[in-house]
């Protein structure tokens, strides 16, 4: 008899450590919820300050995607790029390159 209630406590016991490890809900890198302050796409930015930029320079290759290119100059207060340019947005910072040789045409310094 007294078996009989020591295993029904323990079985007990786990149930209602199961149910409170329910109710804590998933560890936070985990579960099917986004991550909190995840917004959609995110790049990670390799840090050259505006200072490690030179005209003619030629932009490097993990720059040279659609991430950093900026459609929104007129937002930036940017004047519109010649035909045959684009600005990239690095670590703040606006660089008008050619986009058939990747050169650097200019360089706007954004926030220090």
């Known amino acids: 008899m007294n ?13 209602g450590v199961s149910l409170i490890a329910i109710a804590a809900g998933p560890p936070p890198d985990q579960g099917d919820a986004p991550m909190a302050g995840s917004m959609g796409r995110q790049q990670v930015m390799p840090s050259i300050p505006h200072r ?4 003619g320079q030629r932009v ?15 937002g930036h207060g940017l004047k519109a790029p010649p035909r045959g340019q684009k600005w990239l947005g690095v670590n703040g910072d ?19």
Request: negative net charge; proline residues 2%.
């Open 3 to 15: 078996k009989q209630i020591i295993v029904q406590l323990v079985a007990l016991s786990f149930s």
């Open 60 to 74: 490097p290759a993990e720059y040279r995607n659609y991430n950093f290119m900026m459609d929104d100059w007129r």
């Open 94 to 112: 606006y660089v008008l390159v050619s986009t058939n040789n990747w050169t650097i045409s200019n360089i706007v310094a954004g926030t220090e």
């Open 52 to 55: 490690d930029w030179h005209k």
